[in-house]
């Protein structure tokens, strides 16, 4: 069959019309073998120029179309919807990116610009030339969902899953649900107490009929492809049959051992079998067998076993390995503070009145180590004068963290203003490089604090703190009257950088999701694909995927949920065919596909001899093809083939 090629070149605004002659590529490429169309439109994507291509392609009876405008990842989507509509195979329909790989790039020289367009779009008239008519893979679903992370992003995930119908397993790490939510004592911008907004919904997804919570619990192993994960849950050994106890608490109050609290992020102690907070859900103990005097003591201990009224305590308990298959998987692994020690120039971990604003949010709360009351570690004395420091550790990219970790310059304002409301009489001092506050009530909260509660704002960078005659000594600079600033304070507070969670970069690695350089994870698409990782089936939520806070990691939450439910709507999923594919006649049986595939879509059939594509994981990414030694390894729509000729298309004239 002949080919009938319709070229629609886009001039997106000036994006690409006041770099690229538009119309001198569309008259040059009308002229090019195989092109039975070539016109420009100015917004190609819009709504007119959609209508434009679906007329053309019946018109001219067009076997494939080109469109020359901005990257795929924004329309590669929305003109396959176009030539479907219009009776052509979406894999039929090809994006030449004339904006982000020319116009963007070629600013001054209009002259290069122009055929270098030319040639771009040559190149894609040669691939669709050759390019099948496919249909997508159909593959079986699992509406289950597995989400990972018992924040309050990881609560809001499996509550809404589980309400659009779903069956849903919640995953936490630790004893309790409820992250570091859990550990704050308000909230900016209202001041709400923390638990009070937080318990209800810790209950409630405890409580849901669709959601199996597993806390104690972590991610072993996730194997399959979307719809279709198999996952290991290692459920840790808590030492007690947490399904017998009833909570009373007797084995905690008579345990003898102590070890500094996580949850009070040091400044109290817990004992060694213990709940980490009042509100915990499930308000169960679990023993910690590296602090446990029964463990460390050759078993001269056993109080908790002797006291237990209801026997559910067992020293023999093992980790258990739970296996389970669930078709999408939630990330909301949250984030942890940027260690402290790292910033040796504040004395960090080194003066006991130096600490981060976590230690200072368990001070302020009436369940903390203090009752709410601000004291200092160090001796218990009300602090008359309190500095508190932003950017610790964040927008430093020659020592630290280049980025803005968001949330500090509202959490230092807070911690301030509820400094000032709990020590009248006492002086609060916050350093800033710039105040952020992009959220809706957050201006008016920073201006309630500088006016109305008397804090002392100081723009300026804090180069130095030190402990003299026991006072922090802290030295620094307002720039905005160019003097040094020298205050003698009783303590000061570090608003840390917002850094991944420790495991988060281990777990990525399991699940073959991308992160940025810094190890948050990265989604599809910053704009259009937020809360989609690039490999299907993963979805991402909280402060897993970068800075933010609780109203933003809540409503990411329920987008991610959201994408969840729209994927489980239908009874099967449908995959891009755009995959790998092996030529049986020619194919050696050398397996080197076999062991670069990075999916563990490339096995090798024993009884052929030859390896095979596993079409429902494979991804496309084309590593078997790059390694195969036979060229039997191919991808569907970009044979080698069709790369030749796009490389003549190129090199031509």
């Not at 000036?14 to 092109?35: M, Q, W």
């Not at 409301?421 to 002086?427: A, E, M």
């Amino acid at each position: 069959m002949e080919e009938r090629i319709g070229v629609f070149v886009c001039h997106c605004g000036s994006n690409i019309a006041g770099v690229v002659d538009v119309k001198r590529v569309a008259e040059e490429l009308g002229k090019y073998p195989g092109v039975a169309y070539s016109t420009d439109y100015t917004y190609m994507c819009s709504d007119p120029g959609q209508t434009m291509v679906k007329e053309a392609i019946k018109e001219h009876n067009l076997s494939g179309v080109i469109v020359a405008a901005c990257s795929p990842t924004l329309h590669e989507a929305t003109f396959r919807r176009a030539g479907r509509a219009a009776g052509v195979n979406p894999y039929q329909v090809e994006i030449a990116n004339i904006r982000e790989q020319c116009s963007w790039v070629h600013q001054s020289d209009k002259e290069a610009a122009t055929e270098k367009a030319i040639k771009i779009i040559k190149t894609m008239v040669e691939k669709a030339r050759l390019d099948e008519a496919l249909d997508p893979i159909a593959v079986p679903m699992t509406h289950k969902a597995l989400v990972v992370g018992g924040g309050i992003a990881g609560i809001q995930a499996a509550l809404d899953i589980a309400n659009a119908g779903y069956e849903t397993i919640l995953v936490e790490k630790g004893p309790s649900i409820g992250g570091h939510m859990a550990q704050l004592s308000e909230t900016f911008p209202t001041l709400d107490c923390s638990q009070c907004i937080m318990t209800p919904k810790m209950v409630e997804v405890a409580q849901h009929p669709r959601v199996k919570m597993m806390t104690y619990s972590e991610i072993e192993d996730v194997s399959g492809y979307v719809g279709n994960f198999k996952v290991k849950i290692r459920k840790k050994a808590a030492y007690l049959d947490r399904d017998i106890c009833n909570g009373c608490g007797l084995c905690m109050e008579k345990c003898p051992a102590k070890t500094p609290s996580e949850f009070d992020e040091g400044l109290a102690d817990r004992k060694a079998i213990y709940t980490p907070f009042p509100q915990a859900v499930p308000n169960k103990p679990v023993l910690d067998r590296e602090h446990c005097l029964y463990f460390t003591n050759d078993g001269k201990c056993g109080v908790c076993k002797k006291i237990c009224p209801v026997q559910c305590v067992d020293y023999e308990q093992e980790d258990e390995i739970i296996e389970d298959e669930v078709g999408a998987i939630v990330v909301a692994t949250g984030y942890d503070l940027y260690p402290i020690e790292n910033l040796g120039e504040y004395g960090g971990g080194k003066y006991p009145d130096v600490i981060t604003s976590l230690q200072f949010e368990r001070m302020l709360s009436a369940s903390g180590p203090t009752e709410g009351e601000v004291k200092r570690p160090s001796d218990g004395k009300v602090p008359e004068t309190v500095v508190f420091l932003t950017c610790c550790g964040s927008r430093d990219p020659e020592a630290h963290m280049p980025y803005c970790s968001k949330v500090c310059c509202m959490y230092l304002t807070k911690h301030a203003m509820l400094y000032k409301h709990k020590v009248h009489d006492g002086q609060a001092y916050v350093f800033y490089i710039d105040v952020r506050t992009a959220g809706k009530g957050y201006e008016e909260f920073y201006t309630r604090a500088a006016e109305e509660d008397d804090v002392l704002y100081l723009r300026g960078k804090v180069s130095k703190i030190f402990q003299e005659d026991g006072k922090v000594v802290v030295w620094g600079a307002d720039t905005l009257s160019g003097k040094k600033v020298e205050i003698e304070a009783d303590m000061a507070v570090l608003g840390l950088a917002t850094v991944p969670n420790a495991a988060a970069r281990e777990l990525a690695n399991m699940l073959k999701i991308h992160t940025d350089e810094w190890g948050f994870l990265a989604e599809a698409h910053p704009k259009l694909r937020p809360v989609e990782s690039l490999a299907p089936g993963f979805y991402l939520a909280g402060a897993a995927q970068g800075p933010k806070d609780i109203p933003e990691a809540v409503a990411q939450a329920s987008g991610a949920a959201s994408k969840v439910a729209h994927l489980f709507a239908e009874e099967e999923y449908h995959r891009e065919p755009i995959i790998a594919w092996i030529d049986e006649d020619t194919c050696a049986g050398c397996r080197v596909c076999v062991s670069v595939c990075p999916y563990d879509a490339a096995e090798f059939d024993d009884e052929k001899g030859i390896a095979v594509i596993k079409e429902a994981i494979c991804e496309g990414c084309g590593a078997c093809i790059a390694a195969c030694p036979s060229a039997s390894a191919q991808q569907r729509n970009l044979t080698d083939e069709q790369v030749y000729r796009m490389v003549s298309a190129a090199l031509e004239g």
